[in-house]
């Protein structure tokens, strides 16, 4: 074992020998594990992080409606965002059609 001495600004060299063996290279990003035995140094899972463009998020809203009365707050909910719901790709929920819930063969019946 190999002692690593602190510098100034708390920086440390880890052996070459030790960054080959657990792949870190210039630039990983490293977690400081406080441990009662001592500081546990392993790498650190970074995810992409996505960000949805307002065609994307009113594209989640009318897809996620379940029932005809979702579907309708989630046209509203699209058209405040200045979106038109009808160039968005999604599928209606059963028992909507052409702005009123329906009955039929293949959806319960609405009141």
């Not at 509203?76 to 999604?90: L, T, Y």
Request: no cysteine; net charge neutral.
């Amino acid at each position: 074992m190999e002692p690593l001495r602190i510098g100034r600004r708390g920086t440390m060299v880890i052996p070459s020998a030790l960054r080959r063996k657990y792949g870190f290279e210039e630039g990983t990003l490293i977690v400081a594990e406080p441990l009662p035995e001592g500081i546990l140094l392993r790498p650190a899972v970074a995810l992409p992080l996505e960000v949805y463009s307002k065609e994307r998020k009113a594209e989640f809203l009318l897809t996620n409606a379940v029932t005809p009365e979702d579907y309708a707050w989630a046209l509203a909910e699209v058209r405040k965002m200045g979106i038109d719901p009808n160039s968005v790709p999604h599928e209606k929920p059963v028992g909507w059609q052409g702005g009123r819930q329906v009955a039929g063969r293949d959806g319960p019946s609405f009141p």
